[in-house]
């Protein structure tokens, strides 16, 4: 069965310190992978996506993301986080017609940031 | 910001009472989706609609339906709530291939049942 797997439930940073968030799929082939963010109180937004190419992909907001097939990865960084970066990050892939899951996405659990000033 | 409306936004009810809860679109995309989200477990899909009356069920549709009547409006029904409904619900909206995949969420609609 397709999963995502996000091992840190909750993450602390220092204002200006360098973030990254963990994500592991579990897939065969080249997967379609996205980041997406939730402040409080609001729903999700798409922060960046990977569906081919460069394995190195820039969002919204001054993230990026590495896909590493061999690691079946595709982790979340920021260079310097800011106080506003304080939310709910979830790492998700796109499901696929083999596993039953056309159509949909693959969520984790989520990592929870919070930025200590 | 792609326009999606949810309501009403926060509701309480009763155990045994019916509850539907709306979707508005306009962005006259083809996919819409119903989350359920809870503490603990991140989100899980209800429902989904393909199409104008094309849906399907998700992880967690038991004590759900949905209808799809116009591209636009996408209505997520508990037949009787029970206190297990108690969560946040999210729709959600994509495009055709090959952007199925990116999903815009609407705001949220808290659901208390008591």
């Known amino acids: 069965a397709q999963s995502v797997t996000q091992p840190d439930i909750h993450i602390t940073v220092s204002e200006g310190a360098s973030l990254e968030l963990r994500c592991n799929y579990s897939?065969?082939?080249?997967?379609?992978l996205f980041w997406y963010v939730q402040s409080p109180g609001q729903g999700l937004q798409l922060l960046l996506k990977y569906f081919s190419g460069d394995t190195l992909v820039q969002g919204i907001k001054g993230f990026e993301a590495e896909f590493k097939r061999s690691q079946s990865s595709f982790n979340l960084r920021k260079p310097s986080v800011h106080w506003s970066d304080a939310a709910e990050y979830f790492c998700a892939v796109a499901g696929t017609l083999e596993a039953g899951n056309n159509r949909k996405l693959i969520w984790g659990l989520g990592t929870s940031l919070a930025v200590n000033p | 910001d792609a326009g999606i409306t949810q309501s009403p936004r926060h509701k309480v009810t009763e155990t045994g009472t019916p509850v539907t809860l709306r979707c508005h679109q306009t962005e006259n995309h083809r996919y819409m989706y119903w989350y359920r989200q809870d503490p603990g477990h991140g989100l899980r899909l209800i429902h989904y609609s393909y199409g104008v009356k094309d849906t399907d069920k998700g992880e967690v549709s038991d004590g759900y339906s949905v209808s799809r009547s116009k591209t636009e409006d996408f209505l997520l029904t508990l037949e009787s709530a029970t206190s297990s409904q108690t969560s946040v619900y999210f729709c959600a909206i994509s495009e055709s291939y090959p952007r199925t995949y990116e999903q815009y969420f609407g705001p949220g609609t808290r659901l208390t049942v008591t």
């Open positions: 897939y065969g082939a080249t997967p379609y």
